[in-house]
Every structure is written in structure tokens, then in C-alpha cells.
């Protein structure tokens, strides 16, 4: 199983600190660095310094690491018109020697979109310009040098596009859909994703979304192996009472932790990740929520990631 580090840096981080945090997840052997693609804070923090751009900030890790993947759980596609997204993505996987992953949803936090005026439609709307975004995206990837790229929809439309720039890995980074819709969601995921990614839930909800996208790659006759993976708040301490002090430094209350998340001893939260493993989970994205505690890494690289 491979452990991944997901930041959510609209609580309250700067560049910097996810600097720190990536080059500190690269030389402990995790997997990949992720970050959350908001615009506003949740709950009740300053957000301090404000928010910063998920592929601006990946542009920056891409120069400044040199093996661990890079990739957004999950960006927006309210954000950003398609094209230009593209190019965004391809420059920051050629900018990283093709370590980029590309995680893409629909966009549900409407509180942001009020406050950086972004329009939100309709989740039918959002789901259905989402759909287009990656007939789009993987179509301006994939259509060969020298040839153009053309699309009509009820979203967008592109006229003989030249379809550049190519992104370093062929055919584009690998794309990841998740969430636990049951039918549109299970639908794009076969069509288009080379992962599917249940987030924030218990071992049986993980499961039963699974079965669906299963469901939905025999009914497409998709025959490409699927990547499944999850999403769990990550809370570790070598006793009771460093477990305490961290949940308390994200706000959080440990039997809560231990329910939903990856919360415990070393040893707790390996078996965890063996019962989710037994489901099918092929890669965990670890959500660390206090950015300022790489002593939480090192144990985890220490005692979690040699035992998985």
C-alpha cells in the first residue's frame, strides 16, 4: 500500500510551510504530496495567511522536489475553464519530470465561490461541466503533434485548439474522480479515471462506493485496472496522550478520530489500513491537518510506512 501526505492549506498555511511539509514527506519515502484545491477556510480558524493556488503552489514543489508525485484532491472544475487548465497541468507535469497526478470533482464549497465571485451553478450543471472539462482536458492531451483539437458542448467549445502544450507523461497524468455519488460518479470514473478516491469515510461506505465503480467499469467494459483509494484524517501518537495533544491541536476529539479516521497507536492505525486494504485500497491519502508537527511524519514514516 502506498501512503500519500494531503495538506488543506486554506485552514492557515503559506507557501513555506507546504514547502517544509513536501520536501519533509520526500526525504521520510511517502509516496506523493497532495493539497486540497479552496479558496476559503472551513470551520472555526483564521485561515491566516489566506489561501493559496493549488497549481501555482505545485508549479513551485515541482522545482523544488525531485521524486515524490504531486497532485490536487480534488481540484474544481468551477474554478478554471478547461483549456486553460490544460496548459496549467501539462506545464507543471513538464515542469516536474512528469510527476504529476490530476484529481478533478465537481466543486461543492459555495461559501468560496460567494467570496472570490465564481459563479456556482446547479450540481446537475456542475456535474455536466465537469463531464465536458475531461472529454476536454484528456482530448487536448491525447490529440497528436501537429494535429488540432476541436469540441462543441453545452458548456464550452473549442475551434481547431493546437492542443499544446503536451504534458510530460504520454497521454497526460493519471486522472482521479472520487466521492460517493451513486450513479453519475460511478459513470465518469469509468469512463475517465485511473483512480477512484472514497474520501473521509468508514471501512463499509468505502467498500459499498467501491462496488459501485466496480459495477460501472464492467458495465462500460472497461478493461484498464482501476486504482482505488481513500482519503482518512491521520491522527498518530506513540501513546494515549501524544494521540490527545494532537487531536487537540487540530480540534478534534480522539474517539471521533478513531471512528472516522486513522487515529491511535502505530499499531491502531496499521490495522486500519490492513482492513481497508483487505476492501481493495491500493494507495491511502493521509490528511494532515497541523501542518507545524513534522515530528507527526517522521513517526508515521517511521512506525506506519515500514509496516504497510
Known sequence: MRLRIF?????????????????????????????????????????????????ITLAGLARETSRIRLGTLM????????????????????MSGGRVEFGIGTGWFDAEHTAYGIPFPSLKERFERLEEQLEIITGLWRTPAGETFSFEGAHYALTDS?????????????????????????????????????????????RAAYERVRAACQEAGRT?????????????????????RRADAIGR???????????????????????????????VYLQVLDLSDLDHLELIASKVLDQV
Not at 466521492?179 to 472514497?198: C, H, Q, S
Not at 484498464?224 to 490527545?244: H, I, N, T
Not at 492505525?269 to 494507495?283: N, P, Q, S
Open 7 to 55: 495538506t488543506e492549506p486554506q485552514q492557515g498555511a503559506s507557501y513555506e510551510t507546504l514547502l517544509s511539509v513536501a520536501k519533509a514527506a520526500e526525504a521520510l519515502g511517502f509516496d506523493a504530496f497532495f493539497r486540497s484545491d479552496h479558496y476559503l477556510k472551513m470551520g472555526e480558524v483564521s485561515g491566516e495567511p489566506g489561501p493559496t493556488d493549488a497549481w
Open 75 to 94: 481540484t474544481a472544475a468551477t474554478f478554471r475553464y478547461p483549456g486553460p487548465l490544460a496548459i496549467s497541468v501539462a506545464q507543471v507535469d513538464q
Open 162 to 206: 493546437p492542443a499544446l502544450p503536451k504534458p510530460a507523461q504520454p497521454g497526460g497524468p493519471p486522472i482521479l474522480l472520487g466521492g460517493l455519488g451513486a450513479k453519475r460518479t460511478p459513470r465518469l470514473a469509468a469512463r475517465y479515471a485511473d483512480e477512484f478516491n472514497v474520501p473521509f469515510c468508514q471501512v463499509d461506505d468505502t
Open 224 to 244: 484498464k485496472p482501476m486504482v482505488y483509494s481513500a482519503a482518512q484524517v491521520v491522527c498518530v501518537g506513540q501513546d494515549e496522550a501524544e494521540v490527545k
Open 253 to 283: 476529539e480522539v474517539p471521533e478520530l478513531r471512528q472516522n479516521g486513522l487515529a491511535g497507536t502505530p499499531n491502531e492505525v496499521v490495522d486500519k489500513l490492513g482492513r481497508l486494504a483487505e476492501i481493495g485500497t491500493e494507495c
